[in-house]
């Protein structure tokens, strides 16, 4: 599968774009970007924004639907590989009950902020991540359709064994 080059400019991309922005406005009261512009202006900024933003749907086996370009780095993935990979498989699977569990929680409580944790990239790099919110994405509707987190912290560990 050929990677897409501008994922912002894609319907799709610009319509998760704008749940992400108003979930984080919904549940945590602030904006998770301060943009004005078109929806497409708004999906490149939050794109290209100096902080990771990652999100999955509702599957059973949730897959990742949204990574903005410091989250494509940092797990070492393009779009077409990043939004096809099962959420999960962001976490060692030491860290895979823990991370259910806080996912749990926010959906309990709509958010979460202050999460930490150790997560690993499509190279086996492992990574810290500190100060994460983690929120419900609701749709038009205000139907929850998935989960997003965002960070601007983290630290590059060792390379995970195997």
């Known amino acids: 599968m050929a990677s897409i080059v501008c994922p912002w400019q894609q319907p799709a991309v610009i319509q998760q774009t704008q749940h992400l922005l108003h979930s984080f406005q919904h549940w945590l009261d602030r904006p998770l970007l301060t943009v004005d512009g078109s929806p497409v ?36 993935m393009d779009w077409g590989q990043f939004t096809q990979t099962p959420s999960r498989l962001t976490a060692e699977p030491m860290e895979q009950e823990e991370r259910d569990r806080l996912l749990a929680q926010a959906k309990a409580q709509g958010y979460i902020s202050d999460y930490k944790g150790i997560r690993i990239s499509s190279t086996r790099q492992r990574f810290w991540i500190q100060d994460v919110v983690i929120w419900d994405v609701l749709d038009e509707q205000n139907q929850r359709c998935g989960q997003a987190a965002r960070f601007d912290r983290w630290e590059i560990l060792e390379k995970a064994k195997g």
Do not use: C, K, M
Request: glycine share 6%; hydrophobic share 45%; proline share 6%.
């Open 41 to 76: 202006e708004t999906a490149e900024a939050l794109f290209h924004a100096p902080f990771v933003v990652v999100s999955h749907g509702v599957e059973t086996d949730p897959i990742l639907n949204y990574g903005n370009r410091q989250a494509l780095t940092l797990w070492e």
